[in-house]
Structures are given as C-alpha cells and as structure tokens.
C-alpha cells in the first residue's frame, strides 16, 4: 500500500526559491579552497558543513544571514560559479525537482576582478549544464542587495537585461529586511520593469505586512519571497488573494530564522493555501538549513498535517508561477501534471 510519504517522495517538485550561495556542498568548498591555495577551518566535510549551516538556536534572520560569509570569499571566478550552478541543478534534479529557479547577486561575486555580467554568464552556463544533464529548466534570478548603493543596484539591474530571456528570468531584492526597508528600492524596481524585468522581492520575512504591500503596489512585484508575516494585516492577505501573488514560501528557513513566533504551531502555509492565496513552497538554501526540496514537502505532511492531495496544489501553483518562456512552462505544466495523474493526484482525480 502506498502511504504519504510515497506519494510526496514520488510527487514531481519545483523549487521556485533557492539561492545560489546557500546551496554549496562541504565537498565542493574544499574541492574549491584546495584547488585555489584559500585556508579553510576544516578540510573534511563533516567537519566544516558547522560553519556552513545554520545552528538549531539561531537567534533571527540578520545572524542567519552571516553563514553566506563564510562561503562568498570562494565563489570569485567563473570556474567557482559555474561548477556550484550546475551542482545546485543536480541537488534539486536527485531530489524530485522537475524545475528550478537559482538566485545570486552578481556583485557579491566581483571582488576578484569579475564583473556582473562575467558572474552572470557563469552561473547561465552551470545552468544550462544543469539542464542538459538532469533534463530540468532551470532558470536564473538576479539579486538586487538591500545593503548595497542605489547606483550598485541599478547596475546590478542593467546587467540582467543584458541577460534577460537568455538564462535570466527575473530579479529580486534580498538582505536583511529587517536594517534596509523596502520602501528604500523604488528607484531601482522603476528600472527593472522600464527594462521589461519581472520582479519577485523577498518581504514579510524580517519585517512585517507593509513590506509586502510595497512590494506588491510600488515596486511591481509578481512574486512574493516568503510572505510569511501577510497573515498580521488582512488587507495584505486580501491584496495577496485578489492578485493572485504567489508567496514563495521556505518553511525550514522560515522557522530557522524565526519569521513565525511560535514556530511550526504558528506556521500559515496550510492557512494561508485554505484562505485561497496563491502558495509554494521552497528550500532558500539546502546546506544552510539542511533541507532538500523532498524534505520539504515531507514536512508540509509531518508539521502541518497536509495531505498529499494538498501538497500537489501547491506544486501546480509553482508550475503556473514559474519564470519561463510560454512555450516551456506549457511544457512544465503537462509534465507536472502527467505525474501528479499518475500518482492518482492530478486536480480532477
């Protein structure tokens, strides 16, 4: 007889949420630091993946945010970017995952001589490696960072148009939400949509419901990352709803970083998809929280109680909201549905 977690385990996944600096293994750190004579703490991988992950008393997003760090200092070349990209790919492919989109900020990477445009074009190949070998669409997101200069910024948004439709699907904003507010971005996210960029901005995380409606009303946002503070103003929730805004939500992360007080009791995934709001969910970074698109999935089952059925909506939801060419997300869509049918899953079963 096949129980839940067959079914979640056998379900086709999408991960619409994850970032390319959060989702580097131990092995290919030190692969990375020996190739490029850099010390590491430790040269074995049980031993260096403490530095790497999140601690299980992690305070709030902003110490959460200090394990990126550690990693940056060796994702400066092509090499680097192209080899975590296509490896980001492979983790989420042996994990179920039918699709995938990898954010990174191109200017965290130029420390070393790179431009934005050299990191982008790097992690674009490690993806269309990714895709070849897994048979996956994968597409790339560009981060804007919220502690970085309006000028950086607007550059950072020039050099995905470059990019856009070859590799790079959208562009975001991301950073601690809770020191930089979204309100402070207008200017740039004027650019990117006169550029013709979709936009999906990390808000309701670290700050509360008025960063969602920002985002949503003045910086154009067609995604939500995260979101999970809408719940504390109605007319938020109701905005999300008669939008149709997809919340990318990550519920490790979210728990990790305390966004919810009350943790998995208190989590609104399960309410906010009952309240009709457009839901997904996702894994932020599997090394720093120590999770896999299928581990997420299992534990929409195991903490909140969803049921199989449920889950799949959720995956539907992602196939519809992904950023892909029409063409390929027709595709995406027939595919997702093809194996959710064959699990007995499919919408009208």
Not at 127 to 139: M, N, S, T, V, W
Not at 185 to 197: D, P, S
Not at 232 to 253: F, N, Q, W
Not at 330 to 344: F, M, P, W
């Amino acid at each position: 007889m096949t129980g839940p977690h067959d079914l979640i385990a056998a379900m086709p996944k999408i991960d619409l949420h994850l970032h390319l600096d959060g989702c580097v293994r131990p092995e290919t750190l030190i692969r990375l630091a020996r190739e490029r004579k850099r010390p590491l703490p430790e040269t074995a991988p049980e031993r260096l993946l403490p530095w790497m992950r999140v601690a299980p008393d992690n305070a709030n997003l902003t110490e959460y945010l200090t394990k990126f760090d550690f990693v940056l200092p060796h994702l400066q070349d092509r090499e680097a970017l192209e080899i975590v990209a296509f490896e980001c790919v492979k983790q989420s492919a042996d994990s179920g995952a039918v699709h995938v989109e990898v954010r990174f900020a191109p200017m965290l990477h130029t420390r070393e001589g790179l431009t934005a445009d050299d990191a982008i074009r790097a992690v674009i190949a490690g993806l269309r490696r990714g895709e070849a070998e897994c048979g996956i669409p994968a597409r790339a997101i560009v981060i804007c960072m919220r502690h970085h200069d309006e000028a950086t910024n607007l550059r950072t948004v020039e050099a995905a148009a470059r990019f856009a439709g070859r590799g790079v699907a959208a562009v975001d904003l991301a950073g601690d939400e809770s020191r930089w507010p979204t309100s402070a971005f207008r200017r740039v996210f004027e650019a990117a949509a006169a550029l013709g960029l979709q936009a999906t901005i990390h808000a309701g995380e670290a700050d509360g419901p008025e960063s969602i409606r920002e985002a949503v009303e003045r910086l154009g946002a067609v995604r939500i990352g995260h979101g999970v503070r809408a719940q504390e103003d109605p007319y938020v929730t109701a905005l999300l709803k008669e939008r149709r805004i997809p919340l990318e939500m990550c519920p490790t992360s979210n728990i990790q970083t305390r966004a919810v007080p009350g943790g998995w009791d208190a989590y609104p995934l399960r309410r906010y998809a009952a309240d009709g709001l457009v839901v997904t969910a996702n894994t932020d970074n599997p090394t720093v929280s120590g999770t896999t698109i299928a581990d997420e999935y299992r534990l929409l089952h195991d903490k909140l109680g969803m049921t199989p059925r449920e889950i799949a909506a959720l995956v539907l939801n992602a196939a519809d909201a992904a950023f892909l060419e029409p063409e390929a997300k027709t595709a995406l869509k027939a595919r997702v549905r093809s194996g959710l049918a064959a699990l007995g899953l499919a919408a009208d079963q």
